[in-house]
């Protein structure tokens, strides 16, 4: 999922106006570019299946970044880190934004993100109805606009044109055939984050 993350942080938007949507984006994204991380590292896996031209999606083995405890903990540390720096509705909303990302997730993926370490694995596998999974995603980046419009007090419409490109780029994943390079992937999901973070975060400053 992609798109669905950054609604997820409009709408935690609308119940932590006071706080910054960048953060949040960056936050509820902070899953994937610890995955980057990981991939990079070795820790953990990411595999082009043989039938990838009619899956469309890749397969992960991604404990530590996107196991349920994993997302639990990371959310807990991103919550104590920005509590500690901008205050506690911040950290609150920080922590909620990247432990939203899980169930989305959980949502698309096939059966694989583990709750544990060598736990059973979850996943409901929309991404097999990839037309549905995207549509969800779509519905989700709506729902948060509309919950983010009362309390944006930024370039909103510009908000609204960025989140919908967000959409239409994970559209694409529906005619992706060729094997993508898992080490430009791995880059793209570290730098989504920060990027998306410093974007969003600079259409909602308030202007005067
Ligand atoms: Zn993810």
Redesign the pocket.
Known sequence: ?FAGHVGAALIVKRAAPGVGLGKLVAGALL??TL?GVFVLAGLESVKVPDDFAALHFLRFDFPVS?GFLAAVSWSLIALAIVRKKWGNEAGNAVGLAVFS?WPL?AIEHEPELPLALGSPMVGLSLWHILPLAIALEAVIVAGGLVAYWPVGRGRRPLVAIAAGAIVLLTATQLFATGSPSLRVEAVSWIVTAPLLGLLFGWLDQERR
């Open positions: 999922m899953l994937d995955l996107h990302h997730d």
